[in-house]
């Protein structure tokens, strides 16, 4: 064959990759089963609702739930005799005043919250409440037995994610608990340990995600997430601040907008049974703005506010 032949070849075998990709994009079950979660959440109460009540409390758990939440977010650490609590921070000088560790104390001897708490991703606004105390994870699975619940794993440790997965079994709640950490090594441990508990795409699978997405290759990919959670893009440098240098460079957070809030991408993992959750949305412009977008579900610092949006704007049916 000569060149020109092959270049015809070639024109047309990519055309052919294309159109194939374009059209098991939009129809993804010709290759892949339907995943079958036992939960669909629009309206998750982050922290437990941190903005109406102080975060990761039992009173900001009890709040959010009687506001209508679908399902609480929380992040677990280990004290130092061994108990798993909800706490966002392993360094306690941001929610107590004193500058020591999760892991260097005795649940006994956790200090109290401070009585006025600044919203994480909304600054200049603060929570307060009658409940300062931190929590037992189990006490949250106990007293809200059916709730979906995403737990964050906070560090890159072997016994902490056991006792987790452990709490987890004990209440016989597996399909509606969802593992979270943005380190792949840590939720590689977690699946190990707890392999039949649906799980949230990390930090570096997101990227593989998005590299999929852009070269035509997702749609011929399995996925063994369950849950993507994601910044909502706009509400960086506006409503939160974040810590990393590069995240307020507005280059960098533009480009994040352009490159995951392709709507065909979220309908994409819908279809094939996923959940999209952008987060944290605690205005009603942001919260119109993720659903717009496709997002399946909302996560809030305001749980009653999202509930007075939600019921505003009632969104479609859940498909399951």
């Known amino acids: 064959m000569d060149t020109v032949s092959w270049v015809l070849l070639l024109c047309l075998a990519v055309l052919f990759y294309v159109v194939c990709s374009l059209f098991l994009l939009r ?5 892949h089963k339907r995943k079958r979660l036992e939960f669909y959440c629009r309206h998750i109460s982050h922290r437990g609702g941190s903005g109406e009540r102080i975060e990761n409390t039992m009173e900001a758990f009890t709040h959010a739930v009687s506001a209508g939440t679908d399902m609480l977010e929380m992040d677990c650490h280990l004290t130092l005799d061994g108990y798993v609590v909800v706490s966002h921070d392993n360094n306690l000088l941001r929610q107590t005043g004193d500058d020591k560790t999760v892991s260097s104390l005795k649940f006994q001897d956790l200090p109290l919250y401070e009585e006025k708490l600044e919203v994480t991703f909304y600054v200049g606004h603060y929570s307060t409440g009658k409940d300062r105390r931190f929590v037992l994870l ?21 016994l902490l994610i056991k006792k987790v997965s452990n709490l987890v079994h004990k209440y016989g709640r597996e399909h509606i608990t969802v593992w979270a950490s943005e380190e792949h090594e840590v939720m590689a441990k977690c699946l190990k340990q707890n392999p039949s508990m649906p799980y949230m795409f990390t930090m570096r699978r997101v990227i593989m995600l998005l590299l999929l997405f852009y070269t035509g ?3 011929f990919v399995p996925l063994g997430e369950s849950v993507l959670m994601f910044y909502l893009p706009r509400i960086i440098n506006r409503t939160y601040i974040p810590e990393e240098a590069y995240m307020k460079n507005r280059f960098v957070v533009y480009l994040l907008q352009k490159l995951i809030t392709w709507k065909s991408l979220f309908e994409h993992l819908i279809k094939r049974g996923l959940q999209v959750q952008l987060f944290v949305c605690n205005e009603e412009t942001d919260m119109a703005a993720a659903f717009a977008m496709g997002a399946t ?3 809030t610092d305001y749980p009653t506010v999202l509930s007075d949006y939600i019921r505003k704007h009632p969104p479609p049916p859940a498909v399951y």
């Open 138 to 158: 189990e006490n949250v699975l106990k007293n809200f037995p059916n709730m979906p619940m995403t737990l964050e794993i906070k560090e890159n440790n072997d």
């Open 27 to 31: 129809y993804p079950l010709i290759l």
């Open 297 to 299: 579900g909302v996560m």
């Open 217 to 219: 290759l997702l749609p």
